[in-house]
């Protein structure tokens, strides 16, 4: 399995070019509070701290896309990166919520996660009939999502990235996803399926950047969710899926896997590549 699998990364998602392959995370970090929301403007007003060498604590408007404004509350505290656009306005991207008590959940939940993976030693890879592991991220509204709130569905879950560039790869996955989200929907079955994508580059694609590719592809998130969080977290997930991935910044090369999961947590079948017929998961989904 293991063999085949690294034969089959050498054609997963990479840059375009080499320049793409340069793309980091752009931005300088900071910290602060939200004062108020405006998505008529599109900006956040926030009263952000000190950023040593280049702007001293004070109140300030940010410009912030569709997804991160949508998240955003007045109120909360926030993390995130600010960019100097050419025109000299100011925006925040990539934004994360301070928020305690979630974190505390999905760090115990990664915890866990790390400690059954090396428990597991050379046998962390489950197979067809093996149930999925437990596990905790962050959905694109920023909320935290056990993986049990789930039981008593079928699961569809898989691994993509936004900034991939090979169409037949993760975009080719997210269609595929769709088609079995609408044609489940068309057997009257919605009530039995939830839709999972996970993340390769949660660096990047935090939850107002998953949140975005969900909307701009017009997807239904009633039941499909965009879930980031930890890296320690979801290598483990790769690994005890059989998911290969080697990032530098940007650059991931990887295999991609679909599972479908029964209502107890078990994985009952799997299909490896982006290439996969809709109709062998519908069937097993609405039957």
Not at 16 to 28: F, H, I, M, S, W
Not at 261 to 284: H, L, M, N, Y
Request: some cysteine; aromatic content about 6%.
């Amino acid at each position: 399995m293991t063999a085949l699998l690294a034969v089959a990364l050498t054609v997963g998602c990479r840059p375009a070019t080499k320049e793409d392959a340069k793309l980091e995370v752009p931005g300088r970090p900071v910290t602060g509070q939200i004062i108020k929301v405006d998505a008529e403007r599109g900006t956040l007003l926030v009263d952000h701290d000190e950023i040593p060498d280049y702007m001293p604590a004070m109140v300030m408007e940010f410009h912030a896309g569709p997804g991160d404004l949508a998240n955003a509350v007045a109120g909360e505290r926030i993390r995130a990166r600010l960019i100097e656009d050419t025109d000299g306005t100011f925006r925040l991207a990539h934004i994360w919520k301070v928020d305690a008590l979630a974190a505390s959940q999905v760090t115990a939940a990664a915890a866990a996660l790390r400690e059954d993976t090396t428990i597991r030693g050379r046998n962390a890879y489950r197979s067809v009939g093996e149930n999925l592991p437990d596990f905790a991220l962050y959905d694109q509204t920023g909320a935290v999502v056990d993986v049990s709130r789930f039981r008593g569905k079928k699961v569809l879950l898989n691994f993509i990235y936004t900034r991939c560039p090979i169409a037949t790869m993760c975009p080719a996955a997210t269609i595929n996803m769709m088609a079995v989200q609408s044609a489940v929907a068309e057997a009257g079955k919605s009530d039995r399926l939830e839709l999972i994508s996970i993340t390769f580059d949660p660096e990047f694609d935090t939850p107002g950047v998953l949140r975005d590719y969900a909307e701009v592809r017009g997807i239904d998130t009633t039941n499909f969710s965009f879930l980031t969080g930890p890296e320690s977290a979801i290598k483990d997930l790769l690994r005890q899926l059989g998911v290969l991935a080697e990032v530098e910044g940007p650059l991931i090369s990887h295999t991609l896997a679909t599972l479908l999961i029964d209502e107890k947590g078990r994985i009952i079948d799997r299909a490896d590549g982006s290439q996969w017929d809709v109709t062998q998961f519908v069937r097993k989904i609405v039957r």
